[in-house]
């Protein structure tokens, strides 16, 4: 009689999945690798091989555990219960009483389309933020609250936030999710000070009216009185509505020492996760994902397995560097009409992979930060796009180049695609601006910060 259950256990899957709508992510996370132990008086026994699986049954079987259970009756026709079983012998039965929500239409944000839990290569250094963003995703507001990612720069923090935005959006359309980086947040204040209003209630008005604040960066905030003062203020007020709150940092809580205990304690009420830098089989599996993403957009470029190995071995620093390298071969591939090989490679990146050196600040690597910044591609910034939205960061992207690289002026206007006058008259602008403009001033002390912390 057991054996319908076990023949049936794909199907039963299948059809929890799509029953109750159960998203790809959450599914291929928590689910696919479930399987029968045993079924005995009534019970069928599930467990599973992937400890990221048995460590989380408790909650695998308050999100799931009701879907798998009727989904078996469904197919079987008979009424099991189910236990989810470790090695350990520790077991979870599922109540019984919920119902599945249907995805409805979501909402434009600008939030990166490529951030999703979809893309998000899950590894050995990531797997407890993974796992845990996707709970928070998965029940906004409820166990992981605030939610608090730290890491070194261009390991997955902003990716990883955006995702939980995506998911949220695409699973509960009706949710306000917010996300905003600490400077458009400070700007946004000085903005409604400047404006007269004292106790900025427009401002504390739009914080307080959503659902999910996804805060990307929060070092930046972290010293600034004012600023400091009124994020706080959000953060209570939300934090009292059972409203998620997701922040990200490049340090834990307890390195930011000038801030008050009562204050940084907060950041603990929930959980803290940190993400560490990627083995060389997390670098090869991301370097295919981004390419498997670059195919889909209709680039089809055909790169050699071994100058994914040289890019994977040889590039230590971070994700984003690593995706700038895979950028850059495609690029010199496409312009010199040639297939990427290996000593494409070498060449396009020999700036980048120099064995024994401190990295060097490139105009590309700045190109890079200031593209992700903005929420533009590298070749918008390079490109003859004129408007206002994407010429300013093209100028402070130059500004940047000639402050903090060796190239010259001719080098950055090569690297632009813009004559030598055109980049003086611009890195002039920005720095004849930068002293009149606060928040232009403000926008590009986080650039250098996230160009070089050292500096
Ligand atoms: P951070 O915010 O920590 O500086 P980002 O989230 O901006 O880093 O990530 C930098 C780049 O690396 C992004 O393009 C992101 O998509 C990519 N990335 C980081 N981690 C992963 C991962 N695990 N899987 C796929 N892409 C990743
Ligand atoms: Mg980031």
């Known amino acids: 009689m057991g054996n319908s259950v076990q023949e049936k256990w794909d199907e039963i899957l299948e059809f929890a999945k799509h029953e109750y709508n159960i998203p790809n992510v959450s599914f291929n996370t928590w689910i ?6 045993k079924v005995e ?14 460590s989380n049954f408790n ?35 599922v109540k019984t009483g919920v119902t599945a929500s ?8 600008p939030l990166n389309p490529d951030y999703t839990f979809d893309n998000f290569v899950v590894s050995k250094n990531n797997q407890l933020a993974h796992a845990t963003a996707l709970k928070a995703a998965e029940s906004p ?14 390991l997955g923090k902003t990716h990883l936030m955006q995702s939980i935005g995506h998911f ?31 106790s900025p209630a427009a401002f504390r008005e739009k914080y307080r009216n959503i659902d999910v604040l996804l805060i990307d960066d929060i070092q930046f905030i972290i010293g600034k009185d004012r600023t400091q003062e009124e994020f706080f203020y959000t953060f209570n007020a939300l934090y009292e509505a059972k409203k998620q709150i997701v922040i990200t940092s490049d340090k834990p809580p307890k390195d930011f020492t000038t801030l008050d205990e009562r204050w940084r304690s907060r950041f603990g009420w929930g959980i803290i996760v940190d993400l560490t830098a990627p083995d060389y089989e997390t670098k090869v ?26 890019m994977a071995e040889n590039i230590n620093s ?3 560097t690593l995706e700038g390298a895979l950028t850059k071969v495609i690029a010199l591939a496409k312009i010199q009409k040639m297939p990427a090989t290996k000593e494409l490679a070498e060449y396009a990146l020999r700036d980048l992979i120099t064995p024994n050196q401190k990295k060097t600040i490139t105009p590309e690597f700045i190109i890079s930060v200031v593209a992700e910044h903005f929420h533009f591609s590298p070749n918008d910034i390079l490109s003859s796009k004129r408007d206002k939205a994407i010429a300013i960061p093209r100028q402070i992207a130059m500004y940047l180049s000639s402050e903090y690289t060796n190239s010259t002026t001719s080098k950055i206007g090569e690297i632009f695609g813009r004559d030598h006058s055109t980049v003086i008259h611009n890195v002039g602008k920005i720095a004849d601006n930068r002293t009149k403009d606060i928040q232009l001033d403000e926008t590009i002390k986080v650039l250098i910060n996230k160009i070089n912390p050292d500096i």
């Open 168 to 198: 949220i959006l695409e699973n509960n359309p009706e949710k306000k999710v917010m996300f905003v980086t600490s400077d458009t947040f400070t700007n946004e204040l000085i903005d409604s000070i400047r404006k007269g209003d004292a």
């Open 32 to 37: 696919k690798d479930l399987y029968i132990k």
């Open 285 to 310: 599996a991301i370097l295919q994902k981004k390419l498997d993403l670059k195919q889909s957009e209709g680039s089809n470029i055909a790169i050699d397995n071994d100058v994914i190995s040289y």
């Open 59 to 93: 909650y695998i079987s308050n999100k799931y555990g009701i879907f798998i259970k009727t989904a078996i009756q469904e197919m079987t026709d008979i009424e099991y219960d189910i236990k989810f079983e470790n090695e350990t012998d520790n077991t979870n039965t």
């Open 41 to 54: 008086d009534n019970i069928v026994y599930i467990t599973s091989d992937n400890n990221n699986i048995t």
């Open 318 to 320: 971070n994700i984003r």
């Open 102 to 109: 249907k995805i409805i239409h979501n909402e434009g944000l």
């Open 141 to 154: 507001g409820d166990i992981y609250n605030p939610l608090y990612i730290y890491g070194d720069s261009g």
